[in-house]
Protein backbone atom coordinates (compact mmCIF):
# COMPACT_ATOMS: atom_id res chain seq x y z
CA UNK A 1 0.00 0.00 0.00
CA UNK A 2 2.87 2.19 0.77
CA UNK A 3 4.86 2.32 -2.23
CA UNK A 4 1.06 2.69 -4.38
CA UNK A 5 0.57 5.72 -2.69
CA UNK A 6 3.91 6.97 -3.57
CA UNK A 7 2.82 6.04 -7.37
CA UNK A 8 -0.22 7.73 -6.80
CA UNK A 9 1.55 10.76 -5.31
CA UNK A 10 4.64 10.81 -8.03
CA UNK A 11 2.01 9.98 -11.31
CA UNK A 12 -0.37 12.81 -9.92
CA UNK A 13 2.80 15.55 -9.70
CA UNK A 14 3.99 14.56 -12.94
CA UNK A 15 0.57 14.73 -14.59
CA UNK A 16 -1.18 18.22 -12.79
CA UNK A 17 2.75 19.98 -12.32
CA UNK A 18 1.35 20.17 -8.79
CA UNK A 19 1.86 17.73 -5.86
CA UNK A 20 -1.04 16.19 -4.00
CA UNK A 21 -2.21 17.04 -0.28
CA UNK A 22 -4.60 14.11 0.35
CA UNK A 23 -4.78 10.79 -0.37
CA UNK A 24 -8.37 9.43 -0.10
CA UNK A 25 -8.50 5.92 1.18
CA UNK A 26 -11.04 3.90 3.10
CA UNK A 27 -10.02 2.30 6.35
CA UNK A 28 -9.04 -1.19 5.18
CA UNK A 29 -6.32 0.67 3.06
CA UNK A 30 -5.70 2.16 6.00
CA UNK A 31 -4.90 -0.81 7.92
CA UNK A 32 -2.85 -2.15 5.15
CA UNK A 33 -0.85 0.79 5.11
CA UNK A 34 -0.44 0.40 8.99
CA UNK A 35 0.65 -2.67 8.54
CA UNK A 36 3.89 -1.81 6.47
CA UNK A 37 4.93 0.91 9.14
CA UNK A 38 4.90 -1.25 12.04
CA UNK A 39 7.13 1.48 14.44
CA UNK A 40 5.03 3.95 13.52
CA UNK A 41 2.42 4.42 16.33
CA UNK A 42 0.97 7.76 15.60
CA UNK A 43 -1.17 9.09 12.65
CA UNK A 44 0.66 12.53 12.31
CA UNK A 45 3.71 10.27 11.50
CA UNK A 46 1.81 8.39 9.31
CA UNK A 47 0.98 11.49 7.38
CA UNK A 48 4.35 12.63 7.67
CA UNK A 49 5.95 10.08 5.99
CA UNK A 50 3.47 10.08 3.11
CA UNK A 51 3.93 14.05 2.74
CA UNK A 52 -0.19 14.25 2.24
CA UNK A 53 -2.71 14.29 4.61
CA UNK A 54 -5.28 11.07 5.11
CA UNK A 55 -8.74 11.58 4.35
CA UNK A 56 -10.76 7.82 4.83
CA UNK A 57 -13.99 7.57 3.68
CA UNK A 58 -15.89 3.55 3.30
CA UNK A 59 -17.03 5.15 -0.10
CA UNK A 60 -13.75 4.90 -1.31
CA UNK A 61 -12.56 1.73 -3.71
CA UNK A 62 -9.58 2.64 -4.46
CA UNK A 63 -6.97 5.35 -2.93
CA UNK A 64 -6.71 7.94 -5.06
CA UNK A 65 -4.89 11.78 -4.46
CA UNK A 66 -5.46 15.12 -4.97
CA UNK A 67 -4.52 18.59 -4.24
CA UNK A 68 -7.18 20.32 -1.77
CA UNK A 69 -7.21 24.16 -2.15
CA UNK A 70 -9.02 26.63 -0.24
CA UNK A 71 -8.53 29.78 -1.86
CA UNK A 72 -5.66 30.28 -3.26
CA UNK A 73 -3.65 28.11 -0.96
CA UNK A 74 -3.28 24.35 -0.29
CA UNK A 75 -4.90 22.98 2.64
CA UNK A 76 -4.44 19.84 4.69
CA UNK A 77 -7.94 18.47 5.91
CA UNK A 78 -6.70 17.86 9.31
Known amino acids: M ?3 IVSLVSSYEQNHGVRPNLVYMN ?3 YGY ?3 ELPGVR ?3 DVT ?3 GVDIALSD ?4 PHVAAVKFGDEYILSS
Open 2 to 4: LSF
Open 33 to 35: LRE
Open 59 to 62: ETLR
Open 42 to 44: DHE
Open 48 to 50: AIL
Open 27 to 29: ETH
